[in-house]
């Protein structure tokens, strides 16, 4: 659970404003691009920002925190791939694509190794339900360009003998590796600062306006912070920042996924030699195992606003699936519970770039993918601060896609199982 103090989100989003900067305000300092929030998506937009000259300010009580502190770090564009995000995809293996040789230039930068491991995953199936489902995803797969192989149960054994004998099949998919995004977050950080980037340890209050145009930011104590641009990325809280005017506000909600962490003994080494993962009896888990012996199992996926409550129900449904499909399990120390939040979006998507306000940028809403998705976003979001337009590989995530209401990203015609999720 989080420790710190957040801003109060049970306030109804009515008591927004969408004044100018008050008089009362305190003292002005002034950067070319302003960033609200420094989770792994902000602190990778200043990155790269101040790679191109930039001055850049990070505005957040406690940079390098938020969902990353919490996520599994699959990169997972093909196993993550659902009916109708075929567009979503395209951004997904473009980020997947660049990881290598971000990796390279963070290490070099920061001396830090932030746990890339290129160990693919193998996504498999308990029972006929599941493999039912298992054999419609890779059916989509195929059909979107993808190759991941089909093998049958003594396979999927002969990879990872610690699955359960019960396994039916599964799916082996050799460009879904992993990241630790702790220590990604970490990085980032560090190359933030080496690249000149200012931190602001503190809440924005407020967006400044003056006529028609973001302006920077109030912060918690009343200092202005003036900006020639300014970016949101508040995570799950990007639509609760006061002044922004309701027609660029991102509507970007909060999923709450439990995770656990247990370490594998030297003794049980390798464990599992890449990601396992399945849905059992409809629900989602994952195991992922880290070069330190760290294994993470996760997640569940709850709509209950900002709580971040570790429940038992939580650990126990995890414990549960996780068990049935490596029950060895039961024997490794379980060593951290915790609860974050995923920044969802209407479409899956996140939102990239301009919005119709003068002067304000996106970068949120990155769902379950966003630390897949650090890499790309920060190579857009710096052309878009540069040129003031998004690149191609971009201009689907526009904020301006929900301008007129909910449109969908892609022209695929929605899957029965798709729209009962819709209507879910
Ligand atoms: C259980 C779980 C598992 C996940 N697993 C994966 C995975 O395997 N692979 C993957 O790619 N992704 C995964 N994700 C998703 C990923 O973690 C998120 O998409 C990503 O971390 C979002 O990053 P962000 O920077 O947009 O938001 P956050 O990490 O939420 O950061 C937002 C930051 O903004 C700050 N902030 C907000 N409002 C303000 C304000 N007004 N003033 C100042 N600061 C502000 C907050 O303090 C916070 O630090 C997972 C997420 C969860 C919860």
């Not at 960033?35 to 792994?40: Q, Y």
Request: hydrophobic letters at 40%.
């Amino acid at each position: 659970m989080r420790s710190r103090t957040s801003p109060d989100t049970s306030t109804s989003p009515d008591t927004r404003t969408n004044s100018t900067t008050s008089p009362r305000t305190r003292a002005t300092t002034s950067t070319d691009v302003l960033v609200i929030g420094g989770g792994v998506i902000g602190l990778v937009t200043a990155w790269r920002a101040a790679q191109r000259g930039l001055a850049v300010t990070v505005v957040d009580p406690e940079p390098g925190g938020g969902a990353a502190q919490v996520a599994a770090g699959m990169l997972a564009a093909v196993t993550e791939l659902h009916h109708g995000e075929q567009t979503l995809l395209g951004l997904n293996l473009a980020s997947a694509r660049r990881y290598p040789d971000f990796v390279a230039e963070l290490t070099e930068a920061t001396g830090h190794d932030v746990g890339y491991r290129a160990c693919g995953t193998l996504a498999v199936a308990l029972d006929s339900d599941d493999r039912a489902h298992l054999r419609e995803l890779h059916a989509l797969q195929q059909r979107s360009g993808l190759t991941p192989e089909w093998l049958n149960g003594r396979e999927c054994r002969r990879l990872e003998p610690m699955l359960a004998p019960g396994v039916r099949g599964g799916l082996r998919v050799d460009d879904d590796h992993q990241v630790d995004p702790r220590r990604l977050a970490a990085a980032l950080v560090v190359a933030c600062e080496q690249a000149g980037v200012r931190f602001t340890r503190a809440w924005a209050r407020e967006l400044s306006l003056v006529r028609d145009r973001a302006t920077g930011v109030v912060l918690a104590d009343g200092t202005a912070l003036a900006a020639g641009q300014t970016v949101l990325a508040g995570g799950s809280l990007s639509g609760r920042l006061a002044g922004v005017p309701a027609a660029v506000l991102p509507p970007v909600r909060p999923v709450k996924g439990q995770v656990l962490r247990l370490t594998v003994p030297g003794r049980y080494a390798p464990f599992l030699s890449r990601t396992v993962r399945a849905v059992v009896r409809g629900s989602h888990v994952y195991l992922v195992p880290r070069v330190s012996g760290e294994l993470v199992v996760g997640a569940t996926s709850e709509e209950l606003g900002w709580d971040t409550t570790v429940t038992a129900g939580g650990v126990y449904e995890l414990l549960r699936d996780a068990h049935e499909l490596v029950p060895g399990i039961t024997e490794l120390p379980l060593t951290e519970t915790r609860a974050g939040l995923r920044p969802a979006s209407p479409d899956n998507a996140p939102f990239l770039g301009p919005t119709a306000l003068p002067g304000l940028h996106l970068a949120t809403g990155h769902y379950r993918n966003g630390v897949l998705l650090t890499p790309v976003t920060g190579d857009v979001l710096a052309h878009a601060l540069t040129t003031g337009e998004l690149p191609d590989e971009a201009r689907a995530f526009t904020p301006e896609r929900f301008a007129s209401g909910p449109q969908p990203l892609t022209t695929t015609t929605p899957s029965p199982e798709h729209l009962t999720e819709l209507s879910a």
